[in-house]
């Protein structure tokens, strides 16, 4: 039996929202063994997360939220992998902005349990950053993977539609920083961190 691991794929490609594109580099996520894994935000170049993938069985394209630099590769690695994506119901207005004529196969539900290479990893609905947003607790691998809610160096933006700073912070405090200290933190972009360092960047209510 293989070891569970994560995997990261770093893709580039823009942002677009409320009338401003940026550049971004996005962080993707493979969880699992040589046999299966789980993608957690196929973004922007589906062939290369295809190809990091290797063969492996794909049980899920999981949306940690659905602004567009998370989500624009999902539907063609769900055709190259016939895996299905995975959102929470409450970025669906967010998700169509990007596809129209796709929708998400199956929602992403506060508490579900997500298998893989015989391990679970745990849905935690985290809302501020989107609505929908969701991060993934794998207790096996003492890691969370947060899309953008938490970053190294603390909450994620709230400047943009869809997002609220009190929600974001209150999401962290109940929900994320909880977590045991030394549970690593797979940020959306940029750097891995820890949840005891980043519980000193969010503040008190």
């Excluded at 993938?53 to 539907?75: E, L």
């Excluded at 700073?165 to 690593?184: C, Q, V």
Aim: proline residues 6%; aromatic residues 4%.
């Amino acid at each position: 039996m293989s070891a569970v691991r994560v995997r990261r794929v770093v893709t580039s490609g823009t942002f677009s929202l409320d009338g401003e594109t940026f550049d971004v580099d996005n962080n993707v996520w493979l969880v699992g063994d040589d046999e299966e894994v789980l993608v957690v935000d196929a973004a922007h170049d589906a062939r290369a997360i295809h190809e990091a993938v290797a063969g492996r069985r794909v049980t899920a394209i999981v949306c940690t939220h659905a602004h567009d630099d998370h989500i624009d590769a999902a539907p063609e690695l769900s055709a190259l992998t016939g895996a299905p994506v995975l959102l929470h119901p409450d970025d669906r207005e967010l998700w169509s902005r990007t596809h129209p004529h796709r929708k998400p196969d199956g929602d992403l539900v506060d508490g579900q349990v997500l298998a893989v290479a015989g391990i679970e990893l745990r849905v935690i609905h985290t809302p501020g950053h989107t609505w929908g947003s969701c991060s993934l607790h794998a207790p096996f691998l003492d890691a969370v993977l947060t899309g953008d809610t938490l970053f190294h160096g603390g909450p994620g933006a709230t400047g943009r539609s869809y997002s609220d700073r009190p929600t974001i912070e209150a999401s962290l405090r109940n929900r994320l920083l909880t977590l045991p200290g030394a549970t690593t933190v797979h940020t959306g972009h940029g750097p891995d961190s820890t949840i005891a360092a980043e519980r000193r960047n969010v503040p008190a209510p």
